[in-house]
């Protein structure tokens, strides 16, 4: 499904903040990575910096691996309701590199969603996450920040509507043949620019992925295209979603579509610089805009 009209809707985030905080993520003395336990520590102590300004609900779910501690952030809204609404981003990295879009990007829409959510009255309670270990070497191991939340939801039978996974939200082009897919067929129907958001999910999904996605289209934030496919195509569960998916949970991501349009995946010139800031902007403004549209 496509919307053609970009931007229609007030603009909520603050493009400056996001600079900022981009800077500050992928600007470290070492890599966001696995093996750099005392970065993703102070990388972790910043994001709890940063949500303390809009929560006073803000946990950390640590964890071992190899005889290391890691950490899961946590910050919540609406904690007084027992329906929950997971949104996450991980902070880490793959290997040497700043990690910009993946996943700076998404660790930045949970910042902005936090201010935005501050004070706010909601009838559900919002979790936003930011997890720990979504990299190689760790990525479809029990050892997955998501994994090890999502497993401790299911073990206190806690009430989720649904979960939303940002997975690289910043890189946009416009030219002709700067978008690929997992099967080339689908250019015929989604267009050869990689100038939209995609919503990601799966063949049957629930009531919160369908509310959500409608609210999301609604608002006519960013030129954005549905993806529904069942799990199996390739990139449909590259991120933190697929341990939700794995507990029944509903579950989607919201991304540009990772290195099917973005080059520098993975690479050490994912970097700030890269990035479409207005127009990633314009999605945290979609999420937040569905998200408070949502009755559940």
Aim: overall charge positive; some cysteine.
């Amino acid at each position: 499904m496509l919307l053609l009209h970009e931007g229609s809707a007030s603009a909520q985030s603050d493009t400056t903040l996001i600079k900022s905080y981009l800077k500050t993520l992928t600007k470290t003395p070492q890599f966001r990575n696995h093996n750099n336990v005392d970065q993703l520590n102070l990388t972790a102590d910043y994001l709890k910096t940063i949500f303390k300004k809009s929560s006073d609900s803000v946990s950390v779910q640590a964890y071992n691996v190899d005889q290391k501690t890691y950490k899961n952030i946590i910050c919540s809204f609406g904690t007084e309701n027992k329906k929950r609404i997971i949104i996450g981003a991980h902070y880490d990295v793959c290997g040497d590199q700043e990690g910009a879009d993946d996943n700076a990007s998404g660790v930045i829409g949970l910042f902005e969603l936090s201010r935005l959510l501050k004070d706010k009255k909601l009838p559900y309670r919002i979790d936003l996450v930011a997890y720990t270990l979504e990299e190689p070497p760790y990525f479809r191991t029990e050892f997955m920040g998501s994994y090890i939340h999502a497993k401790s939801l299911n073990k206190s039978d806690t009430e989720v509507y649904g979960m939303i996974s940002l997975e690289m939200i910043g890189y946009f082009k416009d030219e002709p043949k700067s978008q690929t897919y997992p099967l080339g067929i689908l250019s015929l129907k989604y267009g050869n620019k990689g100038n939209y958001i995609t919503l990601v999910k799966k063949f049957g999904s629930g009531e919160f992925v369908n509310q959500f996605s409608k609210n999301f289209k609604a608002g006519k934030n960013i030129l954005t295209k549905t993806f529904a496919s069942p799990p199996s195509l390739p990139g449909i569960d590259f991120s933190d979603h697929l341990n939700y998916w794995k507990f029944g949970y509903d579950a989607m991501m919201i991304t540009d579509t990772s290195f099917y349009r973005n080059k520098n995946y993975h690479q050490k010139t994912d970097t700030m610089e890269t990035l479409d800031i207005p127009r990633m902007s314009n999605v945290i403004d979609g999420v937040y805009n569905a998200l408070i549209s949502l009755n559940p």
